[in-house]
């Protein structure tokens, strides 16, 4: 039905939608690349003197263009940057001793560098440089034949691996149609399935990796997604379809022929069936939201797959299920704003912050907490929107109620913002009171108490 359509995709960009949510903007993805460049740059002089020809070559989601921003915590941007060897046959070349050289000429680049935050220990398929900006660099190292297009991968443990990386791109660019909107769609639902098994998995349990997210959805829409479907209606039939392939074959064949992954579903047998149950769960919130008539409605059951990155109707307000007809009662927040570094209550507001100053400290109460039922949860919810939380990709985060039906936030960035309160009975979403807080640029500075004398403490009622 698509009653959440616009909140997927618009093309107004100042609208605030899910893909423009998990999708780098345009200056995030010019700073990558400005640091990819520079690295490469370093590469390709510093080990000019290996008597092989040099290059690079950016691939993966970069190169795909269905990168996503960091969601949670401790995410980071990954960008892979292909580093070529050619010149020599391959039983020439030692892929230890070549591999050994790479991480070398890394930890001589990060010397000084004040970006680097760390050059990390040898990976089985590439070296990695940490950045302090919430980002790294995967450094896959290949070797090229000089004569026809023979590309081997340095592993630890297998030696040379066959992979062209090349070849996937070629595989992607013509799977993926030539047709602008199909194409434009396509990397959408990439990035939304990559979106939702970045906030669904956390070590130790392994999701699926991107690549084979890539390669699901385009089968996926090869087979279910037709013209006239918006992104909601495609993201339900993309997660429908994939759950049914994988509950009767869980391999994900590589679609390059002669590679040396013949499956790229690296997932163990425990996390491949974790993997499976969170689709089932996916397809029946997807399926509930698109059958939706009422938009508010349906983007809140879209929030349970996408918690705070899912972009919740302004107007939402309060929002209920119901019991044998009748509106459940729902909670009443009262917020208690504090100047920074101080629990000092100056100002009361209920319901909503018309105003804050960035550093004030809110303490959000449940006023009614005889409201909530015996074994609910109370999920606090931050939704950050606008620039200055979008540039850092901080998107917001979910905090469980321990009982005190109080979350304390600080005001961080301008804009108007949201704190939910959601409240959850048996695994499903019971109601979400909205509180719209909107945030001045101007810090509020810290409370500073100065002895007062004695006539005036006593002129205070």
């Known amino acids: 039905m698509a009653s959440a359509a616009a909140l997927f995709y618009s093309t107004d960009s100042t609208v605030e939608t899910l893909n423009r949510r ?25 080990l000019d003197d290996l008597g092989m020809d040099i290059s690079t070559f950016i691939q993966g989601s970069y190169k795909f263009h269905t990168l996503i921003r ?38 001589r680049f990060s010397a000084g560098n004040v970006e680097i935050k760390s050059i990390e220990d040898p990976k089985e398929r590439c070296c990695r440089a940490k950045y302090t900006k919430s980002f790294h660099i995967d450094v896959p190292v290949y070797h090229e034949t000089p004569a026809g297009r023979d590309v081997r991968l340095a592993t630890l443990s297998n030696g040379w691996e066959r992979s062209d990386p090349s070849a996937m791109l070629n595989w992607f660019q013509n799977s993926i149609g030539g047709d602008t909107t199909d194409r434009a769609m396509i990397r959408r639902l990439i990035r939304y399935m990559k979106a939702w098994a970045a906030l669904t998995f956390r070590p130790p349990i392994m999701g699926p990796s991107s690549l084979m997210l890539t390669i699901l959805v385009i089968d996926a829409c090869a087979e279910v997604v037709t013209n006239q479907d918006q992104d909601d209606d495609a993201l339900a039939k993309v997660a429908k379809s994939i759950y049914e392939r994988l ?21 163990n047998e425990g996390d491949q069936a974790n993997f499976v149950e969170s689709l089932a769960e996916l397809v029946d919130t997807s399926y509930r939201a698109v059958n939706c008539d009422d938009t508010s409605e349906a983007a809140v059951i879209w929030s349970e797959a996408f918690s705070y990155v899912f972009p919740l109707p302004d107007n939402l307000g309060v929002l209920a299920s119901s019991q044998n007809g009748m509106i459940v ?45 015996l074994g609910a949860r109370v999920k606090w919810v931050v939704r950050n929107s606008g620039s200055d939380a979008l540039s850092i990709s901080d998107l917001g985060h979910v905090s469980d109620d321990t009982g005190s039906y109080k979350q304390w936030e600080k005001a961080a960035y301008h804009g108007r913002h949201f704190m939910d309160c959601e409240v959850w009975l048996h695994g499903r979403l019971r109601s979400i009171t909205r509180v719209s807080v909107n945030i001045d640029r101007v810090a509020m500075p810290p409370r500073v108490r100065a002895k007062r004398p004695d006539y005036v403490k006593l002129m205070r009622r």
């Open 329 to 373: 009662p729902t909670p009443e927040i009262h917020i208690k704003m504090s100047p920074a570094n101080s629990d000092v209550v100056e100002k009361i507001y209920n319901g909503h912050v018309d105003h804050a100053r960035i550093g004030q400290g809110m303490t959000f109460e449940i006023a009614n907490s005889e409201v909530i039922p």
């Open 22 to 46: 998990v999708r780098p903007s345009d200056s995030q993805r010019e700073y990558l690349l400005e640091h990819k460049e520079e690295l490469a740059t370093w590469l390709t002089s510093d």
């Open 70 to 107: 960091p969601l949670k915590s401790g995410d980071e941007y990954d960008v892979d940057l292909g580093l070529y060897f050619k010149g020599k046959p391959h039983g020439k070349v030692d892929p230890m001793e070549l591999r050994h050289k790479v991480q070398r000429s890394l930890q």
């Open 247 to 267: 509950i009767v074959n869980s391999s994900v064949p590589n679609p390059i022929a002669g590679d040396s992954d013949d499956d790229v579903n690296r997932l």
